[in-house]
């Protein structure tokens, strides 16, 4: 499957603020590098398509998109105390425009993920050019032979999650479209400031320092990626299976079982030693557990 470069350039921000954005604690946890997702897009049953997914308007959108979420149109920095912060500049987001004459959507199947779809979909840069010169935002739009359109997007995890990346994609539609954003950003960085002293008031067992021996994610070997679909009756299933080895009784939630079951089965494909001590990172969404106080 060849994917054919049309057009690639930078999409700078009609007006931005410059100054510094600090970054948390949490921000800095993170993985550094841009998180990919790809989103599929059908023409219009009405009309004749003309203007669908048009670069010209995608890319005027964009320019006023980035003016109230500029923080993506920035590159990373550092403070005085070489310390890593956003740097609020206007550079602007990577933006291309590609086609693929031989590809359809068929071709896709059940959409797992692999690393030739995001070699294909998803702008890569070189780290080697430094934060200073990467953009925190990549895009591709790619026009699919059946007539749909792929919207690749690379989104610098210091910036943006999973769903941040989504929201902002909406806005963009909203704004292209001229419409308000339904979900007005928010930047203020200071909710997640740390107490003053800093203070660990218990155990945080995920940031316990691997003992010497242990393997880690750069360790492995390459791995496949697969879509597996559980049944209600096998969910059930590895619920009552998880109850009957707890020492108390207690509920076994449909997340518990799945992950540990899956874990456990990727602990025995890796052939690792039956008494060796491993550990699963899952991303979760805390925005529903969020009150209206300060961070401690």
């Known amino acids: 499957m060849v994917v054919r470069v049309l057009n690639s350039s930078l999409v ?77 500049n206007g550079k602007g987001v990577l933006f291309v425009e590609a086609k693929a004459e031989e590809l359809t959507i068929d071709k896709f199947g059940d959409f797992a993920p692999s690393p030739e779809c995001r ?31 792929c919207l690749g997007v690379g989104a610098h995890h210091l910036v943006s999650d999973g769903v941040a990346s989504l929201l902002f994609i909406n806005a963009w539609s909203d704004i292209t479209r001229g419409i308000e954003p339904a979900v007005p950003p928010f930047l203020d960085q200071s909710l997640l400031l740390p107490r003053s002293p800093p203070s660990v ?15 880690t994610y750069a360790d492995m070997p390459a791995i ?7 049944t209600a009756d096998q969910i059930a299933a590895l619920k009552r299976s998880c109850a009957a080895t707890m020492p108390s009784p207690r509920r076994v939630t449909t ?9 456990r089965q990727a602990c025995m494909a890796r052939r690792l030693d039956a008494h060796s001590e491993t550990r699963v990172y899952i991303t979760t969404d805390a925005r529903r557990c969020q009150r209206a106080t300060s961070v401690t």
């Open 255 to 263: 997340y518990e079982a799945v992950a540990a079951h899956v874990w």
């Open 12 to 88: 700078a921000p009609e007006e931005t603020p410059r100054l510094s954005i600090w970054l948390s604690t949490l921000d800095l946890f993170q993985i550094r590098s841009h998180v990919p997702a790809v989103y599929f897009y059908r023409p219009p049953i009405q009309g004749d398509g003309s203007g669908f997914f048009s670069p010209e308007v995608l890319k005027a959108g964009l320019r006023k998109a980035l003016v109230p979420l500029y923080l993506f149109a920035c590159r990373i920095g550092t403070d005085d105390t070489g310390r890593t912060e956003i740097e609020c």
């Open 224 to 230: 496949s990626t697969a879509i597996l679909e559980l």
């Open 119 to 149: 070699r294909m979909l998803i702008p890569t840069v070189d780290p080697g050019e430094g934060d200073d010169a990467i953009p925190l935002l990549l895009l591709q739009v790619t026009y699919l032979k059946c007539g749909r359109v």
């Open 201 to 215: 008031r218990f155990p945080q067992i995920e940031f316990k320092r691997y003992a010497a021996g242990i393997h």
